[in-house]
């Protein structure tokens, strides 16, 4: 591996909007992660101060009650960041946990050097400001599906934002996403994809 091999380098050249130069201890940060189907990359309440660009495959994040029950809170795949914001913080843990859904190759950064670098270079400010922006604009729109539409219309907003998605992740994890059942989720996924003059 070589730093112009990094896909973390084209993610911050995107949130910088324009070239973005990766320091000469990049390598000695930058970790490469694998993981296999279902397997769990981070698991609430553990210390994971880290950020995490997807290389290949797709995750779900996801909190546990303590009943065992699963809620999904998002997916990201090949080119999303995500991190535990609480972890980041010094002494924290994981509000939430991490799982492949399909095998996953991915890149691990220290956040502690992630910040470090951007005390000391304004482009990587930029570019960490723009993501931490991404980040807020994602949580406030599912905040606001959760909170004011119906399934179906969560459903139907999740296709618009994130449609290829919707064809890769299991059908009870797209449910647990959208708080209802599998079987409410086939029935909004018949209604849909039925023809509009046979629909109630």
């Given at each position: ?10 993610v911050?050249c ?20 694998s993981l296999?189907k ?5 698991e609430?309440?553990?210390p994971?101060?880290?950020l ?21 809170q ?14 980041m ?23 502690a ?7 000391a ?33 969560r ?27 599998p ?18």
């Open positions: 591996m070589d730093k112009q091999g990094l896909h973390c380098a084209d911050l995107a949130l910088a909007g324009q070239a973005v130069t990766l320091p000469a201890d990049t390598l000695a940060h930058v970790r490469i992660v296999g279902d397997e769990a990359l981070f609430m309440g553990q994971h101060p880290y995490y660009v997807i290389r290949r495959g797709c995750v779900k994040l996801l909190y546990r009650t303590a009943q065992g029950d699963e809620w999904v998002d997916f990201m795949a090949e080119g999303a960041f995500f991190g535990s914001v609480t972890a913080s010094p002494g924290g843990v994981c509000s939430y946990a991490c799982a492949a859904i399909e095998p996953c190759e991915l890149e691990r950064l220290d956040y050097w992630i910040e470090q670098t951007a005390q270079d304004p482009l990587w400010r930029t570019a960490l400001l723009n993501g931490w922006k991404d980040y807020a604009i994602r949580k406030e729109w599912r905040e606001h599906d959760l909170l004011t539409l119906s399934p179906e219309e459903y139907a907003a999740f296709v618009a934002r994130d449609g290829n998605l919707a064809q890769r992740v299991p059908q009870k994890d797209l449910a647990r996403y959208l708080g209802i059942t079987v409410s989720l086939s029935r909004i996924r018949r209604r849909r994809a039925a023809p509009t003059s046979t629909r109630a």
